[in-house]
């Protein structure tokens, strides 16, 4: 896997789209608390994004550097040392959350702060191996995206079936079902989210063996 | 579960024969007479009348000989038939009781054995005319239960144990060979089934095809599916005029059913595991089988599987549940050395 | 001669996952001819708009998982008849239309559809209904006050003596009335003769089974008799616990259905006894006067572990038991070869 990862521009392209597709919520099963209990409007899986990628990012790029530049600090200092970055990040990321609402990173509870501890699980999630700083920012990048679009759409349908909203505006219909705001109804909407997930990309799958074919019979 | 041996038990035994029937007779200096011979003659004459036990297709001299050395207190006479239609064993003993009960004599004698029964199924719920209590002196025992009754026929005369059971008609074929020299070619065949007009127990020769069978009884309609055997545990007939009925050839039955595709699917109502009389867990059996986790079966202990087919019959869905124990419990003997040793 | 192959045994018994289905169908009619003579017409109409919705969920979801719908399955009308009895008859049409929708489309297809559903769908959309709308499932019309159709509905909705009895009060109903569910409560579910006789036939048709039921009927009356909520003798307190709500009810449909409970015998009664005590503890210390459902939906998620763990005490049980039995057969083997 690893000489497969080149350098170069194509091949980080290649590695994004990867990092894309293998998404950490959907496939990996990660940082399920979060989604779940979170990102139960739009707004608040925004914040919960913008928490994740500030310290989510930093934090493995550090670890990747750490692991090329210092390679004599052992893995369990590293560890801490990313944990420690991540948990300060979550300071800047109070303040970028704050425009969205008045005090939504606190009326969020611990699950925000808690994000930060995340970026451990990522670290931590099997198969991963310390790497060159770049792909290990273009992987976090990845990642954070997969992660913003499960949260979104998680987000989204719960605020939709819970509230009637979008993004705070009403959606013109009056039925609703507060249950979606329920944590079941999280799981519920992060298993037909997976499902979802996995069926496209089995439909992408498909449709790219399909127009292989048909360039191999061309040819 | 429906009976449906009316109205084949109550009819007459019909011979048919083919023309060779009367002169099979084998050449002998032994006596005919019962109380000349000495055990060993009487084995020496099963085996030369080549008498084979309809239970199981074992040579009745074999049994005679094992049962001799055991020392068995009795001898029981197998006329149990507890799968429905078939009454191949209960009719020739009413209809030959003489016969019947001159063979069971002639058992006890070779055995040594000191008591002689017959054993019939006691849940027949459709007769018209009722068992005996007595037969030619010889206790008539009824075995009670549910269908796989036959298996449990031990069980019934624990108190007498060691027990010899041998079928009723190769005792009457033991009969015959004793008083007329006589080999075993015929055998008796219960055809029935609902597409059989007249179904009826027949006195068959050896080698008779299936179609000659039937068509001595007549058939009412196209049968959709011939089975050689009982209900239960029979084997479907793929050709009709190829197959021959054999000494332990109990049945040929012929049935017609709707073809309707079904496609019911397994609801778990748990009927199965209520009925099943080794008490064990068809459901899961089945489950487990399907998503091929193999290595589930051992817990679930398919070994202990009578192979009575009751799981399939009570399955609401009309699924194959036995046939897939049975190919699965076949596939696993194969595969290995071989499962509990008390998987009777 | 003959394509396929065809495997004993060869004679099926005429029972079939239709017939039961349909035995059930046929036991919940009376219930909606009791709901019709207290509410009016009002309860056949949320009925046929609870099956409708299920029928329609449920083929779409069929499609959905790239098979065909197949007309002799019954499943779904089960599940869209049974939503409706445990609710109000006042409620708006959107909620059983939400409940048998949420049953089948988010709690038995997911899991893989007919027979492979790990919970009750029933059970879950009322659940989802009661947790969505507490206020519209939990205040009741009086009954013998036949409700229309459409348009206005009177505006006087009561609690059930489910109600008081949460809130520790005697409820001030008469014993008969109690017995012919004629008070404020679940539309199809209060008539206890009704229910028995329901009961009974689909006991007699052998559609479900006895174990879970009476084993959930008993623990709850066990613990209503030893620990009464309320200041009334204990027996008194017994029938005001069981009679008063959807229990009875849950504790023969919703308990019983054959998917989802276990598939032995004892541990169905243990599986009855949990739901039993899930329910009453639910009672006694949740949020909800109807806790039937929820605690069915607990309960249902031990169902394959009830199973395997008990077959763990019947392979002793073959062993001690059987194994002498098998110890004789095989003697008898060795005798025959």
């Not at chain 1, 139960?40 to 990628?53: D, E, G, H, Q, S």
């Not at chain 3, 209904?129 to 159709?149: D, E």
Request: with cysteine; aromatic share 8%; glycine share 8%.
């Amino acid at each position: 896997m690893a000489s497969e990862r080149t350098a170069g521009t194509s091949g980080l392209l290649k590695r994004f789209k990867q990092a894309l597709g293998e998404n950490p919520v959907l496939l990996g099963g990660l940082a399920l608390a979060p989604v779940v209990m979170v990102s139960t409007t739009v707004k608040n899986a925004v914040a919960l994004i913008i928490v994740m990628a500030c310290t989510l990012i930093p934090a493995m790029v550090l670890e990747a550097l750490l692991a090329k530049y210092a390679p004599k600090v052992p893995d369990f200092a590293r560890m801490s040392i990313c944990a420690l970055v991540a948990a300060a990040m979550l300071m800047p990321a109070k303040m970028a959350v704050a425009p969205l609402a008045q005090n939504i990173f606190d009326s969020l509870g611990m699950y925000l702060a808690l994000t930060g501890v995340s970026a451990l699980m990522f670290l931590h999630s099997p198969g991963r191996q310390p790497e060159e700083p770049l792909p290990a920012a273009v992987d976090a990048v990845g990642g954070v995206l997969g992660f913003a679009l499960a949260a979104l759409a998680v987000g989204a349908v719960r605020e939709v079936f819970s509230l009637g909203t979008l993004w705070g505006s009403p959606m013109g219909f009056t039925l609703k079902f507060p249950a979606a705001a329920m944590p079941f109804a999280g799981f519920f909407a992060v298993a037909f989210a997976a499902a979802a997930w996995n069926g496209l990309s089995a439909l992408t799958r498909k449709i790219a063996g399909r127009g292989a074919k048909r360039k191999g019979a061309v040819r | 579960m429906e009976q449906y041996k009316e109205p084949a038990i109550n009819r007459p035994l019909r011979e048919f024969v083919n023309s060779n029937y009367p002169g099979m007779l084998f050449e002998s200096s032994l006596s005919t007479e019962e109380d000349e011979l000495e055990p060993q003659e009487i084995i020496r004459l099963a085996e030369l009348a080549g008498i084979v036990d309809e239970r199981d297709g074992e040579p009745l001299y074999r049994k005679l000989q094992k049962a001799a050395q055991q020392q068995v207190r009795v001898v029981v006479a197998d006329a149990i038939d507890d799968e429905p239609y078939v009454s191949s064993q209960i009719n020739p003993m009413l209809k030959c009781a003489p016969q019947a009960a001159g063979g069971l004599r002639l058992a006890m004698k070779a055995t040594g054995a000191g008591k002689v029964y017959f054993a019939v199924y006691k849940n027949i719920t459709d007769l018209v005319h009722r068992i005996p209590k007595t037969l030619e002196g010889v206790t008539v025992k009824r075995i009670r239960g549910r269908y796989p009754a036959e298996f449990r026929t031990t069980d019934d005369f624990a108190k007498e144990a060691p027990l010899a059971l041998i079928g009723v008609c190769a005792l009457i074929h033991l009969y015959r060979a004793v008083k007329e020299h006589r080999i075993q070619s015929s055998c008796f065949v219960t055809v029935a089934g609902n597409c059989v007009a007249n179904p009826m127990n027949l006195e068959a020769s050896v080698g008779m095809t299936v179609d000659q069978l039937l068509e001595r009884c007549g058939l009412a309609d196209d049968p959709g599916r011939i089975i050689i055997g009982g209900p239960m545990t029979g084997v479907a007939c793929q050709d009709p005029s190829a197959t021959v009925v054999g000494p332990a050839t109990r049945a040929v039955l012929a049935f017609k059913e709707d073809v309707k595709e079904r496609r019911y699917q397994c609801i778990g109502c748990g009927k199965c595991v209520d009925c099943c009389p080794e008490n064990l867990t068809p459901f899961y059996i089945n489950k487990y089988i399907e998503r091929g986790r193999m290595e589930m079966l051992d817990f679930y202990e398919i070994d202990r599987c009578i192979g009575c087919g009751t799981c399939s019959y009570v399955c609401p869905a009309k699924l194959d549940v036995a046939a897939n124990i049975k190919a699965a419990k076949a596939a696993r003997q194969k595969n290995s050395t071989g499962g509990l040793p008390d998987a009777g | 001669m003959q394509a396929k192959e065809l495997k004993a045994p060869h004679i099926r018994l005429k029972d079939s996952a239709r017939s039961t289905m349909l035995d059930v169908l046929i036991a919940l009619l009376p219930l909606y001819f009791m709901a019709t003579y207290f509410y009016g017409a009002r309860a056949l109409a949320l009925g046929g708009v609870s099956l409708l919705s299920a029928v329609a969920a449920d083929v779409i979801c069929v499609f959905l998982s790239g098979r065909r719908p197949n007309p002799r399955d019954f499943s779904a009308l089960v599940t869209g008849l049974l939503i409706p009895l445990m609710l109000p008859a006042s409620v708006p049409y959107y909620v059983p239309v939400t409940a048998a929708v949420f049953a089948i489309a988010v709690v038995k297809h997911p899991f893989g559809g007919v027979g492979q559903n790990i919970f009750n769908p029933a059970a879950g959309g009322f659940a989802f209904v009661s947790v969505c709308w507490p206020s519209l499932v939990f205040s009741y019309p009086q009954p013998m006050f036949s409700l229309p159709i459409t348009g206005e509905l009177p505006a006087r909705l009561a609690e059930s003596p489910a109600h008081a009895l949460m809130l520790g009060a005697v409820p001030t109903i008469d014993k008969l009335d109690l017995m012919l569910g004629k008070f404020a409560g679940p539309m199809g579910v209060t008539n206890i003769l009704v229910l028995a006789t329901c009961f009974l036939y689909l006991l007699f048709r052998r559609a479900i089974n006895w174990q879970a039921p009476a084993a959930f009927l008993g623990m709850t009356a066990a613990i209503a008799y030893l620990f009464p909520r309320i200041p009334v003798s204990r027996s008194e307190s017994v029938a005001f616990e069981l009679l008063s709500g959807t229990l009875v009810f849950a504790g023969i449909f919703l308990l019983s259905d054959p998917v989802t409970s276990p598939k032995r015998g004892l541990s169905r009664f243990v599986y009855g006894a949990l739901a039993g005590a899930a329910t009453m503890l639910l009672r006694y210390y949740g949020g909800f006067e109807q806790t039937a459902a929820f605690a069915l939906l607990l309960v249902n998620s031990f169902t394959l572990l009830l199973d395997h763990e008990l077959e763990r005490l019947f392979r002793i049980v073959r062993r001690a038991v059987l194994g002498f039995r098998a110890y004789r057969r095989n003697q008898r083997i060795i005798k025959k070869v």
